[in-house]
Nanobody
Framework: QVQLVESGGGLVQPGGSLRLSCAAS????????MDWYRQAPGKQRELVAG???????NYVDSVKGRFTISRDNAKNTVYLQMNSLKPEDTAVYYC??????????????????WGQGTQVTVSS
């Protein structure tokens, strides 16, 4: 089994910064794309930022110029640096990854995995 664990969320004032981390562990053979999603109360979950294993990135328009996604493949970890935070950034942020796994019989499979989420609240 694979586990994704997020950290770094919390309460911050408008204009402040936070850095989220997500570490993957388990019987991992290879991690392809990694992403950050968020979901605010009463709203659909949306893709915030994504990054390929080679470092190609994409962002939702509302965070361009403020957020930066990065990854450390040796640590199976993805980060989201969030600057100039706004109240509308308030949401639960979820880590997502496309991962190829293996078991003791050397069987392989590729699946999507999700973290449990970390709360980000931007308020004065």
């Amino acid at each position: 089994q694979v586990q994704l664990v997020e950290s770094g969320g919390g309460l911050v004032q408008p204009g402040g910064s936070l850095r989220l981390s997500c570490a993957a562990s388990g019987s991992i053979f290879w991690i392809y794309a990694m992403d950050w999603y968020r979901q605010a109360p009463g709203k659909q979950r949306e893709l915030v930022a994504g990054i390929t294993r080679g470092g190609r990135t994409n962002y939702v328009d509302s965070v361009k110029g403020r957020f930066t996604i990065s990854r450390d493949n040796a640590k199976n970890t993805v980060y989201l640096q969030m600057n100039s935070l706004k109240p509308e950034d308030t949401a639960v942020y979820y880590c997502h990854a496309d991962i190829k796994t293996y078991d003791r019989s050397s069987s392989y499979r590729q699946d999507d995995y999700w973290g449990q989420g970390t709360q980000v609240t931007v308020s004065s």
